[in-house]
């Protein structure tokens, strides 16, 4: 018995030396020292030895036990040990490399070019005034002298939200910030219905039409309007309105050209082009040839509208236009695909 401790103690303190990681120590201790190891057999066994052996073996056993507690106790140690040391090694951190740097954020390109003409409008006196984006069709189209079946709807096809049970009225999406000009013309005159105020507004917003996305067309955009009620207000007052933006948004030197043309709430009404910023006129891919770039549609406020908004087309008159924010941007930057703007692809968003 006492030769087989001393082999249990050989060989436990031979596969002990051998051990350089945690798991390995584990698994010595429960076959070495553990209920079941050679070790505690010998334990259990105390009881069939003979009055003589027991306390020499008693005492033998004892000893190995506490010499192999020991040496694992020092493995241990010595294991622990030699982790940090790697690990201190493997992860060394390096406080003098220089940080990752943080992204910025920025303001989507058509909210800078909203600022921009905003901003441009501010200083030439007219103020921000913001309408719904949620219409009736009578804001929409009829008040500015749409009626139900006019033809000129089809040059703005609608996204309806609810028509059941509304007849000619239904909800929509507007599809221009036009009707912008009903609510402020009406909250204006309410100030003084007998001698309404003049406005001079710029009213910003979304616009969504029922279109083919394309590279030409979105289903949704933004629009600047403009309105200028007043006594006395002329074409010559739009002309120069528009010119002196024109100049500011585009440069002193800008050219601008207006064209005849149509919009049910406007009349006389006008388009007004720059000349082709890409070929200075000369005719290109982007002007069509023309030597043009169309930005907006104006004209002097139809007398039906003016009425409409509460204001005597026999005392007031006034000018209005729309324009595009992001048709002014895609000219500006020569982006050749307006649907760049609601893509979301940073590699575009980050040029602005
Ligand atoms: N509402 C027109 C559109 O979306 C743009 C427009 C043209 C607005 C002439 C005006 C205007 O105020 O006078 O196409």
Redesign the pocket.
Known sequence: MLDKLKEIEKSALESLAAITDQTALDSWRVANVGRSSPLMQVFAGFGKLSKEEKPVVGAEANRVKGTLESALEEKSKEVKNAALAKSLEEEKLDVTLPGRSVNIGRLHPSTQQLRRVLAILAEMGFQVYTSREVETDEMNFQMLNFPPDHPARD??DTFFIEANGRGDNPILMR????PG?IHAMREYAATNPQDPPPIRIALPGM?FRYEQITARSEIQFN?V???AIGKNITFADLKGTIADFVRRMFGEGARLRFRASY?P??EP?AEVDVECFVCGGKGCQVCKNSGWLEI????M?HPVVLQNGGYDPKIYSG????MGPERQLMLRNKINDIRYFWGNDVRFLEQF
């Open positions: 040059m703005q599809t221009h910030t036009s000009q616009c629009q309007e403009g309105l919009f709430f406007t009404s907006l549609g104006c004209g406020v000018f209005a236009w729309g």
